[in-house]
Nanobody, 113 residues
């Protein structure tokens, strides 16, 4: 069973930066971040497979960077030039080598204008 621990959310002014972290236990393949704003569906923000290319939602390209430390089984999301529309609960998502998905508890990111 994979356990996930997220950290790093908070309140920031527009134009500011935040860094999210998600530490996972167990053997992990792909790692990524999703977000869900009030009244909206959960959407993919960024994904980083074990050995493949990263992928980003169009709305965050050039502003967000996903990275991972395989030695620590941790995925990061560096968020720069934040906008009010980035306000959401951000969820870490990982998949093991059986393609089973696991979700973090979510961390709130609020960007004030």
């Amino acid at each position: 069973q994979v356990q996930l621990v997220e950290s790093g959310g908070g309140l920031v002014q527009a134009g500011g930066s935040l860094r999210l972290s998600c530490a996972a236990s167990g053997s992990i393949n792909a790692m990524g971040w999703y977000r869900q704003a009030p009244g909206k569906q959960r959407e993919l923000v960024a994904i980083i497979p074990t050995g493949g290319d990263t992928d980003y939602a169009g709305s965050v390209k050039g502003r967000f960077t996903i990275s991972r430390d395989n030695a620590k089984n941790t995925v990061y999301l560096q968020m720069n030039s934040l906008k009010p529309e980035d306000t959401a609960v951000y969820y870490c998502n990982v998949r093991d080598y059986n393609d089973t998905a696991y979700w973090g508890q979510g961390t709130q990111v609020t960007v004030s204008s």
